[in-house]
């Protein structure tokens, strides 16, 4: 390097590209000393959790689903679940199996988005996808075809990809004959054999040196690679309900972003989503999934967040994989959802969104008017983390220009595949620590 | 082209990187210029503190923060032509039920801080703000539709969308009335034409995302769901969602 970079320096970034909502990336550099790093979110509020208040218990699946256009089956799905449990009711064999299906689609559609579209031109050195297609051309619509792929599951089931129209309290208004499925079939093993290339195509990318060593975070079921359901574990030893959540996860509000952060009671910042899923949940991979990781040189210890997009490949093998099983094993159930009839009390619920867990809770009286509700979206959670992991990815690279540090900054973001959609809507403060 | 985001949850414009199999081939037509989310920055001069012009501009998301009010404006200077994208943009989303309620109220419920906080107390679609030059329905939008406007809007011909209500699209799609052969409640007959007629394509009665048609007669449809068992109060809430500001719907006559 010919010239030393200043040793007080300002580096901003006001609009951050390739993320979903509005995020902005502030440091501050004083006497060659890294002095602050801000993740700033200033995504409008959008008060799901005040105007909840005085809605129907049949209502949150499709209002919370438009707190994020990219996963708003995760919504549903929390959402559903949340509110089951306040009824007293299990939805599960096809109608659950059906409901991991329409998942499955969002999951590929979600991953595959970040990967191709968002996450990889970083790495090969492109502004965006549009430029990198120039010299990528088959890679881009490879992707773009898997990425389809996912749609066509949401919009088979669920009626269109964003926004589905057919998921309810219990279950589904319809529910497809076998033989109404049967389309699917084809595309999904092309999809498979797309995404176990994609696995291989991810890991020959250079990842620059990085790690952590903050708690990772995620559902986790003995039976499954946990996605619909289980209890929430850590690589520090948690282990509970979702009834527990708020006892173990607090909430603060800070003035650079209108997400709450949330820590581990005790312990601090901690991760949620594909890195936490794999180092808690590997064994319970498919056996397509399993093996691609392995090729793939994933270790179950991977903390380098830049290695995040080789795990996000993965999981789209493990979605095309799991989809396809759920549609060989399908009969149609008899009805299309079990009845949910309200009844006084308080539920939780809690599903891993692509970017990590989401959990919702809702207090509702024996009408079904919602009393209470709260919503705690992955990238609030991983928001602290975020600032934790740049900040020392930023005070190991002080000698990079601005620009260099800027862009790998950004990418070291972009490894998270924040929502910021999701994260700029808030619960209950039960902590204030600013 | 142009694409902005306002208050929003990003489906609308995900709606285009949805269009996988014309994406590419938009691309090579049209010059996305300014789309944050696709990584499109703008370069220099054309990003959020440029000055350059835009032939076409898509607008996602309602204003709903002080900031935003004076964003639209250097949009709509910046736009040769400004077409609105969903609900949000159009009539204020599913944010805009805090405009019946007290938003010093909704930001004590949700922030331990609200001094940090810069918000308006509505939510507004774009067209309370700038002049539009169309704006397209739907929450979140179709995207045959949203190809079908760009594509009008580059060769220089009128939108090829409809104003008609869901009910003339379940007829085309020959789908059996939910309304009148289930007994189910459906607010299609009010609500704009667009989704192909999704929701009663799943047994499901229309929920209204599209907003009120151009000839809804919003009365008439609190009668006809009354009479198939909805009761007052969950009237009112069915026509107050994520268009609920939509003037037809703002203050319906006797549902409030």
Known sequence: MTHRPPATRTLKVDALARVEGEGAMHVEVRDGRLHDVQLRIYEPPRFFEAFLRGRRYTEPADI???????????????????????CGVVVDGPLRDLRRLLYCGEWIESHVLHIVLLHAPDFLGYENAIEMAGDHRERVEAGLALKKVGNDVLELLGGRAIHPVNVRVG???RVPTRAELEPLVDPLRRALDTALAMVEWVAGFEFPEAGHSM????????????VMGGRLRSTGGLDIASAEFSDHIVESHVEHSTALHAHLLERGEFLVGPLARFALNHAQLGDEARHAAAAAGLEPGERNSFRSIVVRAVEVVQSCSEALRIIEGYERPDAPNVAVEPRAGVGTGWTEAPRGTLWHRYEIDDAGTILDATIVPPTSQNQPAIEHDLFHFVEA????????LRHRSEQLIRNYDPCISCATHFLDLTVDRT | MAVWKFSSCDGCQLTLLDCEDALLAVADRVELAYFLEAGADGGDDGGERGSSLFDLSLVEGSVSTPNDVERIRMVRRRSRRLVTIGACASSGGIQALRNFADVEEFLGIVYAQPQFISTLATSTGISDHVPVDFELRGCPVDKRQLLAVIAAFANGDPPPVRGHSVCIECKHAGTVCVAVAGD???????????CGALCPTYHRGCYGCFGPAEDANVAAMGVELRRRGVEDGDVALALHTFNAWAPELRDPEGER
Do not use: K, W
């Open chain 1, 215 to 226: 708690e990772l975070v995620a559902l986790s079921d003995p039976s499954d690679y946990a």
């Open chain 2, 184 to 194: 189910i409640a459906c607010l299609g007959p009010m609500t704009h034409a667009g």
């Open chain 1, 171 to 173: 279950g589904f208004y």
């Open chain 1, 64 to 86: 919370t689903a438009r707190i994020c256009g990219i996963c708003p089956v995760a919504y549903q799905m929390s959402a559903c679940s949340a509110i089951e449990d306040a």
């Open chain 1, 397 to 404: 690279n002080l000698d990079l220009s601005d620009d260099e």
